[in-house]
């Protein structure tokens, strides 16, 4: 609209474009458009056909003129509006001689903006239909679906390629030039089935896809259809997907009818006209579109016959697509009124007749082992589809199951529904929670440093005068000085100090050494200040005094090593041990001692995060959630980026209730390590507890696409190595075999777009064949058609998993398996791939004593379709029940356990620790021996060995007990190890060699009291008075608690005669 500055001010009205319109008669009305101004009427526009989709240009300009002095007023402008009416014009009937019109709507048109100084503007208005007008169901307030339809399809010959690249095409019809049907920069890409949402994207589904797609007969669209989604669409959008998770994409074949030549010649209309030919449906599941930062859907689906109930079961849609457009779709598909590529002779009325084929040839095409009805189940649901058991009402859609029709198509939002949060937002809000602490710099200073500069100024002093006295006297008076008197000795040091003195080097070393000594004063004594009084002052230098002589003696004794008697040598215990020798203690359930050990481990490696990530799991063991979480934090301020200890502050913010911190952590090791089972496990269970069920189902998902990916790269290995099975090929196909698989960018709101490029492949042998039969017999040839619409179901559908399928094939070595210097070893077998990702999440969890989060996993593995009870499901339970003493239980899971896998060593070596605890040595005795005699070692040998051991001391089988003992000790050396290989030497009389072992059993922990006993024992058969009355003080003053073994102390001493000073 503009206004133009000249006599008269005339204002023009320009009335471009026209949308969703529709007439009386007929989807493509004839209209015009009427301008009123003042009660003045301005003009009409020309007579413009509006398009099947509801558009119509008009191009209308008309205008008026104000004078501000009479006529058209700034008054009149102000209040009064331009009213644009909106007529369609009726076709004539029979002897009818005027045209008839009917009024579809009114629209305003507000002229303020041109009295508030704007020259010219543009608007957009709605269109108020008048009572009884068809626009008034579009304008009721009730938006309406519009299915998208996918028409043209071609047929492609077997062996036929599809170029490369492979363009998109407009999904319009009646383009001439053939060029024009392709999208400008628009092609389609291939990727891994593997990365696929769709049905057929298994690893045994891939070379059925390659047959379908590249090699057999198919029909293909590679089309592209766009909508534009307005933010309250989108908001919409997102509710019907959350309300129904299937929606429908339905198939079937429209008759290319030909139009019969001449003015006079009439349609034959046939039966079959009305009625919807292989009418198949393919569910697809929207759910993935509300995961955060997912903005695709792509994969294979297979078609299914449409059958009513079964559709509305599904997807809450209680009618077809089809039902309104499908007579119009065939009218439109007579030959003359849309482009066919596929145009074919009128058939005869008994369709179904010239469709028959062999039975030999339906089964050559179908595809074995394909799920058949009357339970198809659906790949992205648990829940079997149900087909209704008279399949007579649609026979020919029956059809696509046996051949195992599917339709690729792609899904793709320019914008994620749901955004995802960025990794650096994730990595902040760690940061903010727990800030990163770099190791503390050494000190160059402290008393130790000055004590150490101290000691080598006494040194460098000490050989400066021992190389004066040797320029004196020579070296040769220091050989003979042991035989010179004390005159002599006198004499020179008189001469030696006189020559110090004389030369100055007195003053000099005294110089030299104030300075060290000065650092020392503040350092080491902290006296910075000045002494208030002189006795303090006294007091101070005396006590200065002693230490500097003391210390000057220290490094004259390291400066002169020959006459300083030799330390005794000690056995470094390395981080490993103890880490082994805490695990011992945890076990036997000396907390005291186990903590004792965790905290040496920190001491000496305070910046090691995996001693704190091992203390951790201590204190979650003795259910200190509180010391734990500290740990987890410690290790997460050491390095941010160290999954473990993300995941890990993750369960214990979510035992201690902190949920949005345990997101944070959770989200943030799922985008450090999107390959990481357990975090995706992890997450999942994080939104069941928040009951988000479409963000759990996305992390169970995501998690089982990274379990599967790792164990096609297992197997792909293996098969390299072995060399006996041919190299499986990665990352999908080549690009002219592959899915349509490509990103249209666009910048609306939200664009959805559905590609549907290679739809019926291979498994449409019997729709192939019927092609090849009727262009035989100048019969009517179909044309498929796909249409895609989104329901607004009034009930909703709990999201179900969808897990792969057990692999049968083990692996020799497990991928999942943690380092030990990590996370705690388990009673478990850990050697085999698990074949779901709970029972990889459980086996983590166990490792770090999470076992308050355990039993949620495992509810999962027990109601996963390839999980469910198995002999580890059954360990892991009997391992948490013997953690609670709860031996009966523990006994009836190891029961069954036993019933799955009879010849597993981890079944009889937990069933040796639980009869072990209850008491029952005799059936532990008899479970270890089974244990160690089976080829591969259970998972824990360490325990096992040592409990078998001390069974064997018990029931005085020496030699038994000393063979037992020498296995654990080559193995994984302690002092519990090496004292049972004492024990056992000295029952045998074997002192020598039960000295040697209890020996090395003191030197990695003398504070053991039966390691003192039994030394003392082993020093009194051997009559060593000395070394008998040392090692009983020590036995003493550790409080030996076995009163049996200090009465036999007791009775050796009276029969020796000595070793206890009491005496």
Known sequence: MEQVSSTGRPVQITVTDGYDLKGFKGDTPVTFIRAEFNQVVLGDSAKIAVSPEGTAKYNFTCSFEFNPEGGVTLHDLAHKPVFLTMTEVLPKEKKQKEEKTMILGQAVVDL?????????????????????????????????????????????LGGEREPVPRPKKWPIANILAPGANNIPDA?????????????????????????????????????????????????????????????????????????????SAKFEKTDDEGRLSFHGVAYVNMVPLLYPGVKRIRGAFHVYPYLGSTVYEKTKCSFSLFRDTGHHLIQNNKIGGINSPVSKPVISKNLKEEKTVKEKDMEARSRPGDVQA?????????????????????PEGQQYVEAGTYIVLEIELDKALVPKRMPEELARRVKEMIPPRPPLTRRTGGAQKAVSDYHMQIKNISRAILNEY??????????????????????????????????????????????????????????????????????????????????????????????????????????????????????????????????????????????????????????DNIKAQECFRKALSLNQNHIHS???????????????????????????????????????????????????????????????????????????????????????????????????????????????????GAPLSILDEFLDESSNLQSESHEPILSVQSQDPTTSQKPSNTFMKEIPSKKEASECQESSTCLHPTLYSVSQTPATIFMETIRFLMKVNAVQYVHR?????????????????????????????????????????????????????????????????????????????????????????????????????????????????????????????GIACYKLDELTEAEDALSEANALNNYNAEVWAYLALVCLKAGRQLEAEQAYKYTMKLKLKDESLLAEIHMVQETVGFGNPSF
Request: charge should be negative.
């Open 112 to 156: 303020l903006p041109l009295l508030e100084g704007e020259s010219s503007f543009e608007t957009m208005v709605p269109l108020h239909p008048v009572p009884g007008s068809p626009l008034e169901a579009l304008r009721s307030g009730i938006k309406k679906d519009y299915p998208i339809f996918f028409k043209n399809g071609t047929l492609k």
């Open 187 to 263: 092609f389609i890409v291939g990727g891994p089935y593997e990365e696929e949402e769709g049905e057929l994207n298994h690893p045994e589904d891939r070379e059925f896809r390659n047959q379908a797609e590249c090699i057999k007969k198919r029909i293909t669209w590679d089309l592209e259809s766009r909508c534009y989604l307005d933010p309250p669409a989108v908001i919409s959008f997102q509710k019907r997907i959350a309300d129904c998770r299937f929606w429908p994409v339905e198939i079937t074949r429209v008759p290319l009818v030909t139009v019969p030549k001449g003015k």
């Open 374 to 394: 009357p339970s198809i189940k659906s790949q992205s649901s648990d829940t079997p589809l149900e087909v209704e058991p008279s399949l007579c009402n649609n």
């Open 470 to 623: 040797h320029r004196m006297f020579g070296k040769q008076a220091v050989k003979v000085g042991s035989d010179l008197d004390s005159e002599t000795l006198e004499e020179q040091k008189c001469q030696l100090n006189y020559e110090l003195n004389c030369s100055g080097k007195y003053f000099a070393f005294k110089e030299q050494l104030k300075h060290a000594v000065v650092k020392i004063v503040r350092e080491k004594y902290l006296k910075t200040t000045a002494f208030e009084s002189q006795e303090e002052l006294q007091k101070f230098i005396s006590e200065l005094y002693v230490f500097l002589v003391d210390q000057m003696h220290v490094a004259l004794n390291q400066a002169m090593p020959d006459d300083v008697q030799g330390t005794p040598s000690t056995i470094y215990t390395s981080s490993e041990q103890l880490r082994l020798f805490a695990f011992e203690a945890e076990v036997n359930e000396n907390y005291e001692m186990a903590t004792v050990y965790y905290e040496e481990r920190l001491v000496r490696e305070p910046q090691n995060l995996e001693h704190w990530l091992d203390y951790g799991a201590f204190c979650l063991l003795t259910e």
């Open 646 to 760: 993300l995941l890990l502050c993750g369960v214990l913010a979510v035992l201690m209730e902190n949920y949005e911190q345990a997101e944070i952590f959770f989200e943030d090791a799922t985008c450090l390590e999107p390959t990481n089972v357990v975090a995706w496990t992890l997450l999942g269970l994080y939104y069941e507890i928040q009951n988000n069920d479409i963000r759990m189902e996305m992390a169970f998902h995501e998690g089982f696409k990274q379990l599967q990916a790792r164990v096609l790269q297992a197997q792909v290995t293996k098969q390299r190595s072995t060399g006996t099975v041919e190299y499986v090929e990665e990352g999908g196909k080549d690009d002219s075999c592959l899915g349509p698989w490509g990103i249209t960018s666009g910048s609306s709101t939200a664009a959805v777009k559905v590609e549907v490029p290679a739809g019926l």
């Open 857 to 981: 996993v495992l509810a999962h593995e027990l109601l996963c379709p390839h999980g469910g009870p198995s002999c580890e499901y059954y360990l892991v339970l009997a391992q948490t029940h013997l953690l609670k003493k709860d031996f009966a239980k523990a006994e009836e899971y190891l029961q069954q356990a036993a019933q799955m896998d009879y010849l597993n060593p981890n079944v009889w070596g937990v069933k040796g620790h639980l009869y072990f605890l209850s008491g029952n040595h005799a059936e532990a005795k008899a479970c270890y021996e089974r244990t160690i005699s089976f080829v591969v070692d259970a998972s824990e040998m360490h325990f096992i060995f040592l409990r078998l051991g001390q069974i064997y001391l018990e029931e005085k089988e020496y030699e038994k007990a000393k063979k037992t003992y020498l296995q654990v000790c080559k193995r994984s050396p302690s002092c519990l190890t090496w004292l049972g290989l």
